[in-house]
């Protein structure tokens, strides 16, 4: 091989190889660096630890969320356990309570009022009837309910419209014009209607029934009054109703009857209604001398239903 040959190969190998060793070494020293730098050593371990520590606050997060949503649960709960006793005994403190009233056909001025006052003694409750019924009783008023209120005295709302008290659709059709009735004199929602079912009417269960579910679907309560006698078809009828409507509908009964007495006089509390209902009124005697009144005793949870 020529001289110039050889020292082209040579320098060709030289300016291969030197900037490959630089580059080794170079990467050496920096990896060399890097594992004897306590710092970058310290700064790395503190940022697992630091990764560590939030992973395990995250978990003291959640654990204490649960923790928290759990006992804020289980006070909900407590308060909603608490409420429904606070219910119960206020129902049954109600049920101890007994309250004297009447209920009149004739419209009630100041000196029907003046009358039962003087003679009986003040009422808390006073029944009267929505609607005029031409010869049997005079409709309920503006003018009547606020002097009412403004003596006190609650109203006992009565629907007694009907002579005929069979099939649903005729309990359905009685009970819209009832609640019709109630929204034209604006008689607020949760108040009960109570229907009018004398011993000389015709009843069944179907019309109780379409009553029943007319007034449960409105703002109204639904109440029924009458005579709950053994002999009465209305007791049987009343007893053949679906259990929810049975069950649910207010019976004020005008069973068994007394002799009409000053509110000092009053019998004891004695009603004889349809067995598992809410039988809240009892209308104990009629057809008051003195006044045009008969006398009623009324259970305490009927103050839930007068207006």
Not at 4 to 21: D, F, G, K, N, R
Not at 250 to 267: G, S
């Amino acid at each position: 091989m020529r001289k110039y040959e050889l020292i082209t190969l040579i320098s060709l190998v030289l300016v291969i190889a030197i900037p490959v060793l630089i580059l080794f070494v170079y990467n050496s020293q920096e990896t060399t660096e890097q594992a004897k730098d306590p710092k970058t050593e310290e700064t790395d371990k503190k940022n697992q630890d630091s990764e560590s520590d939030n992973k395990d606050e995250d978990k003291d997060n959640k654990d204490n969320n649960g923790d928290s949503n759990k006992d804020s649960n289980k006070e909900d709960q407590d308060k909603e356990e608490d409420k429904n006793k606070n219910d119960e005994a206020s129902k049954e403190d109600k049920s101890n309570e007994i309250h004297w009233g009447v209920d009149s056909a004739s419209y009630t001025d100041e000196e029907i009022l003046g009358c039962v006052v003087d003679n009986y003694g003040k009422p808390v409750i006073w029944g009267r009837y929505l609607g005029e019924k031409e010869g049997i009783s005079a409709g309920l008023d503006s003018e009547e309910v606020k002097l009412l209120h403004d003596n006190d005295i609650k109203i006992l709302v009565i629907y007694n419209h009907v002579e005929d008290a069979r099939g649903h659709d005729n309990g359905v059709e009685h009970a819209k014009q009832a609640i019709s009735m109630a929204k034209d004199l604006e008689i607020p929602e949760g108040v009960a209607i109570f229907v009018d079912i004398e011993p000389e009417y015709p009843v069944d269960a179907a019309f109780m029934e379409g009553w029943y579910t007319t007034l449960a679907d409105s703002n109204y309560e639904p109440g029924v009054y009458g005579v709950f006698s053994e002999e009465n078809e209305l007791l049987h009828a009343y007893n053949d109703m679906e259990k929810e409507a049975s069950e649910n509908t207010i019976v004020w009964t005008a069973y068994p009857q007394e002799e009409i007495t000053t509110k000092e006089d009053a019998p004891e509390y004695n009603p004889q209604g349809p067995e598992n209902a809410k039988t809240y009124g009892w209308q104990y005697a009629i057809d008051g001398e003195t006044c045009n009144i008969d006398t009623n005793l009324f259970n305490g949870n009927m103050m839930d239903f007068v207006w």
